[in-house]
């Protein structure tokens, strides 16, 4: 289960220690912190992270077939993208597929300097992209590097993330979060509906895609 904590404006979200993957479970409880964090007073800004070798290792499998399962991760994806709370992802472990998208919905990420990697494994996989969670892709990262990620699965260390613009910056370790938090903090007072209308309307195509029922397309050889 995650835990949610406070550093003056700034929530903090842990994920757990585990591979964290995006299970109904986990999904719920995101959904539940967003809840707390926009009923906030005041400033406020939102940071997630882990605690173990994964930040995220992606959505479940075995869930997909599940009713409602793939909707509740694009309106978690599309709540985390148009949020009037500014958000920092803490990246302080692997970051893949799902999780992934779930980083790229923050408005900032900071890396782990020596460790771990990032990637969208799902060319690889024989899974393919939900058009919501596409358009996520594009709508927050160059054509190119969208290219190399979703169609080839290039993997990024935290050098090639951040020359990529996957991640903003990177810190050593023991200084992610504590990177992630300042930042946080230092966006707070950004926080309202002005906000959130600015963020309507740069990503109002993703956000429309991920507003839509999620129905898994086929994947096929041709």
């Not at 007072?189 to 397309?217: C, F, H, M, Q, V």
Request: glycine share 10%; with cysteine.
């Amino acid at each position: 289960m995650v835990n949610l904590t406070r550093d003056g404006a700034v929530l903090i979200c842990d994920l757990g220690d585990g591979e964290n993957r995006l299970d109904g479970v986990l999904v719920g409880a995101l959904h539940a912190v967003l809840d707390d964090v926009e009923s906030a007073s005041g400033p406020a800004a939102l940071v997630t992270t882990g605690s173990g070798r994964f930040y995220s290792n992606g959505l479940e499998p075995e869930s997909f077939a599940l009713d409602g399962y793939l909707d509740a991760v694009q309106s978690l994806l599309g709540r985390l993208l148009g949020s009037g709370v500014p958000t920092v992802a803490a990246l302080q472990g692997h970051t893949y597929a799902g999780g992934l998208l779930l980083a790229l919905a923050h408005d900032r990420r900071v890396m782990r300097a020596d460790r771990g990697y990032l990637c969208l494994p799902e060319a690889r996989l024989g899974f393919p992209f939900l058009p919501g969670m596409s358009a996520l892709v594009a709508a927050r990262v160059a054509p190119a590097v969208a290219h190399a990620a979703m169609v080839t699965a290039e993997r990024y260390d935290a050098d090639a993330a951040v020359n990529a613009r996957l991640v903003d910056e990177i810190a050593e370790p023991g200084e992610v979060l504590a990177t992630a938090v300042d930042r946080a903090a230092e966006l707070a007072p950004l926080r309202g509906s002005n906000l959130a209308a600015i963020k309507r309307t740069l990503y109002r195509d993703a956000l429309d895609r991920l507003a839509e029922p999620a129905i898994l397309p086929a994947a096929s050889g041709a």
